[in-house]
C-alpha cells in the first residue's frame, strides 16, 4: 500500500512535480561548509513559503554527499502519544515528485519492539515528517526513507526510543529531526514578552541553539529545561542528540516567520541545522 500525502493540496507545497522543483531550484543557497562528514540535521517543518529556504539551506550543506539511509523524527502536533513511537503504514508515501520508498528492513526490525506502533490517524493528520519528503526525492533519490513520529517520552521510554534510533543507525545514516522553533503568540498561549519581539525570540532560540551547536547533551537537556519553551520538536531532537552525543553542531540559517507576514503577534522561528562530529 502507497500512502498518499495530501499536504500539496493543503497549499503546503506546490501541487505539480515541475513547479516544486522549480521552487527548489530558484532558491540561493549559502556557501557549503568543508566537514568530512553530516550525520544529522534540523529542518523546520511550516510551508514551504515560510520555512523552505531554511530547510534548503540545510538541504545544500548534504548535496553529493552519500547516505544509505534516512532516518525522519518528527512530533506529534494532532495525536496525543506516549512512550509509543509511530511507524507508518503502507510501503512508501505519494508526493508530487512521485513516490518515496520506506525502508522496510528498518521498520521491520522496529516494529518488534514494545511501544512502536501503527497509528493511522498520525499518516492521515501528522505533517511534520511528510514535509520533508520531497526535499530528499529531490536530492537523494532512491534512498529509503524510515519515517518516525515522536509520542511524549518518560524518562524510561525515552532510554528505550534511544537504544532502538541507535540500533538503526548503521554506518551511512542521515539522522533529520524535523521541528520548528519558538512559537509565539495567543494563538500559541506563549506571550512572555511584548516589545522588543524578534530580537527577543532570536535570544530564546539561540540559548538552544548554542548548547546544540556544543554537541553536549546535558547542556541540551538543561538548555530545554530550564525554563518554559514552545520548541515542538524537543523530544525528536533530545533523541537525536542522544545518540549523536559529542557531535558538534552548526545553524546554518535561521528565520522569522513575520518577516514573511510583517506580523510579529503570532511568529514561528525557523533554525535549519548540521552535525556531524567534532570541528574544532
Not at 516544486?20 to 523546520?44: E, F, K, N, Y
Not at 552519500?66 to 509509543?84: A, C, E, M, N, W
Not at 525570540?201 to 525554563?227: C, N, P
Request: hydrophobic share 40%.
Amino acid at each position: 500500500m502507497i500512502l498518499h500525502s495530501a499536504l500539496a493540496q493543503r497549499g503546503w507545497y506546490p501541487t505539480r512535480g515541475l513547479a516544486l522543483r522549480d521552487w527548489m531550484a530558484g532558491i540561493a543557497l549559502g556557501s557549503r561548509v568543508t566537514w568530512p562528514q553530516i550525520t544529522g540535521v534540523i529542518m523546520p517543518h511550516a510551508g514551504y513559503a515560510y520555512s523552505g529556504k531554511t530547510a534548503m539551506q540545510v538541504m545544500a550543506q548534504l548535496v553529493g554527499r552519500t547516505y544509505s539511509r534516512i532516518i525522519i523524527l518528527g512530533p506529534s502536533h494532532f495525536v496525543r502519544l506516549k512512550d509509543q513511537l509511530v511507524i507508518p503504514m503502507g510501503t512508501g508515501l505519494e508526493t508530487p515528485l512521485g513516490v518515496a520508498q520506506w525502508d522496510l528492513a528498518a521498520l521491520a526490525q522496529l516494529r518488534m519492539s514494545p511501544g512502536v506502533v501503527q497509528v493511522p490517524s498520525v499518516d492521515e493528520q501528522e505533517h511534520s515528517v511528510q514535509i520533508e519528503v520531497p526535499f530528499f526525492q529531490a536530492f537523494f533519490p532512491g534512498v529509503p526513507l524510515v519515517p518516525l513520529v515522536v509520542g511524549e517520552l518518560t524518562p524510561k521510554g525515552f532510554d528505550r526510543m534511544a537504544t532502538l534510533l541507535d540500533q538503526i543507525c548503521e554506518p551511512g545514516t542521515l539522522l533529520v529531526v524535523s521541528s520548528d522553533f519558538t512559537h509565539y503568540g495567543q494563538n500559541f498561549r506563549y506571550i512572555p514578552f511584548e516589545d522588543r519581539v524578534p530580537d527577543r525570540i532570536q535570544s530564546l532560540d539561540f540559548e538552544v541553539i548554542e548548547a546544540l551547536e556544543s554537541g553536549d547533551f546535558d547542556a541540551i537537556s538543561t538548555r530545554f529545561s530550564e525554563k518554559q519553551r514552545t520548541i515542538c520538536g524537543e523530544v525528536p531532537i533530545r533523541l537525536m542528540m542522544h545518540v549523536l552525543s559529542g557531535h558538534r553542531g552548526l545553524c546554518v540559517d535561521y528565520e522569522l516567520s513575520g518577516i514573511t507576514t510583517g506580523d510579529f503577534t503570532n511568529c514561528v522561528a525557523y533554525s535549519g541545522m548540521i552535525f556531524g562530529g567534532n570541528h574544532d
